[in-house]
């Protein structure tokens, strides 16, 4: 029975998320990706677009810190990154993911902050928060949803969700969690009860 209501939980989160990220309306901006080599930082800044897991694969080399300051974006190209640092080529691996001094990491890059191997580590002045899924009265072009794009966006929903679970990096506790905010709130960890929600290898670094 436990097993069954999880299933449910998580295929009606996933409906929900998928309709959010892929039938709302993205940013216009691209993110800009670049490697620092000098200090082996990976740096992923601004909002998510389609076109960014291939800027991401170019850049991705070598042993790398994962650096992000984004308020989030495209959940499908998301996807795309988060297979790219899980299911790395032998010579490339993400070894921690940072949000530096003053940053953000909202909706789709706080996905993304909590895969890849290593430690997750966020400055005290920096701002993570995962998004609640939410559905918009219309979809972007104003129309009302119809069946086959509800069909449609459970279908991919359970893929969504699928991808994501495998990797086995997010807890039910924080799924539940970020659950529980409206459509205009984020599940900001802010507090040392919230980030222990993140698991043992989060670090908040205070200076």
Not at 27 to 39: G, K, R
């Amino acid at each position: 029975m436990a097993k069954m209501k999880s299933r449910v939980f998580y295929s009606v989160w996933a409906m929900a998320w998928f309709l959010a990220c892929v039938l709302s309306p993205l940013p216009s901006q691209a993110a800009n990706i670049v490697l620092d080599a000098a200090q082996s930082d990976l740096r992923i800044e601004g909002p998510i677009e389609p076109g960014d897991a291939e800027r991401f694969r170019r850049e991705f080399r070598g042993k790398a810190r994962l650096v992000l300051n984004s308020p989030g974006g495209s959940m499908n190209e998301t996807l795309k990154i988060i297979e790219l640092m899980e299911k790395h080529a032998p010579d490339n691996e993400v070894v921690g993911t940072y949000l530096p001094r003053n940053s953000i990491c909202f909706s789709a890059c706080a996905f993304i902050f909590m895969h890849g191997g290593g430690v997750r580590a966020m400055d005290y002045t920096a701002s993570l928060g995962f998004h609640a899924p939410w559905l918009p009265k219309t979809s972007p072009d104003d129309h009302s949803y119809t069946w086959s794009d509800l069909a449609g966006a459970f279908t991919e929903g359970q893929r969504v969700i699928r991808e994501l679970a495998q990797y086995n990096r997010m807890s039910l506790d924080l799924f539940v969690e970020l659950l529980g905010k409206g459509p205009n709130e984020l599940y900001m960890i802010d507090t040392p009860y919230r980030a222990a929600k993140l698991g043992h290898q989060f670090i908040w670094i205070l200076r």
